[in-house]
Antibody
Framework: EVQLVESGGGLVQPGRSLKLSCAAS????????MAWVRQAPKKGLEWVAS????????YYPDSVKGRFTISRDNAKSTLYLQMDSLRSEDTASYYC?????????????WGPGTMVTVSS | DIQMTQSPSLLSASVGDRVTLSCKAS??????LAWYQQKLGEAPKLLIY???SLQTGIPSRFSGSGSGTDYTLTISSLQPEDVATYFC????????FGAGTKLELK
């Protein structure tokens, strides 16, 4: 059974940093590209970062480019999201998601999410 | 940037109804479209990918259709457990989600 479990969320002050982790199990982690998607309270979904299966390719939308860094440790089956220079608008639940098995960047499995609150 | 517009934002229907949700792109996305179901307090669940392919384990009452800029998610016979918010996602030229359609029971 595919499982994704995020951790590392919490309350952080504006301008500070936070690192999220996502522990994967039940599939060959090193074979799948992965992503982070966030959801602000009572809002829609926003893709924030993607990474290739080997880790050599990373992709970001303009809203987080230069502030967020996605990475992975295939030996530990773990995905990471380093978030720097955090802003109030980064407050959201952050989901780890696995890219689907077909060509397109849709997401076939999601973790339960971890909440990040950016506030002074 | 390609924008995704979902309609309606809120839909009330009765058990057994045929329900249709719409997702429109501001330009062609060449069937690079997925649909997700999100129940209150839960993570999204993939229903449909590539516009019309049913994800493994999803009931056959869910179906997707469309092409070019206009796409539809249909629930052939609404069940109580289908109460949720439904999001579309385009993955042609970047990834963008629609704002969602909240489906409730009448």
């Amino acid at each position: 059974e595919v499982q994704l479990v995020e951790s590392g969320g919490g309350l952080v002050q504006p301008g500070r940093s936070l690192k999220l982790s996502c522990a994967a199990s039940g599939f060959t982690f090193s074979s799948f590209p992965m992503a982070w998607v966030r959801q602000a309270p009572k809002k829609g979904l926003e893709w924030v970062a993607s990474i290739s299966s080997g880790g050599g390719g990373t992709y970001y939308p303009d809203s987080v480019k230069g502030r967020f860094t996605i990475s992975r440790d295939n030996a530990k089956s773990t995905l990471y999201l380093q978030m720097d220079s955090l802003r109030s608008e980064d407050t959201a639940s952050y989901y780890c998601a696995r890219k689907g098995v077909q060509l397109g960047w849709y997401f076939d499995f999601w973790g339960p999410g971890t909440m990040v609150t950016v506030s002074s | 940037d390609i924008q995704m517009t979902q309609s309606p934002s809120l839909l009330s229907a009765s058990v057994g109804d045929r329900v249709t949700l719409s997702c429109k792109a501001s330009q062609s996305i060449y069937n690079s479209l997925a649909w997700y179901q999100q129940k209150l307090g839960e993570a999204p669940k993939l229903l449909i990918y590539d516009a019309n392919s049913l994800q493994t384990g999803i009931p056959s009452r869910f179906s997707g259709s469309g092409s070019g800029t206009d796409y539809t998610l249909t629930i052939s016979s609404l069940q109580p457990e289908d109460v949720a918010t439904y999001f579309c996602q385009k993955y042609y030229s970047g990834s963008t989600f629609g704002a969602g359609t909240k489906l409730e029971l009448k």
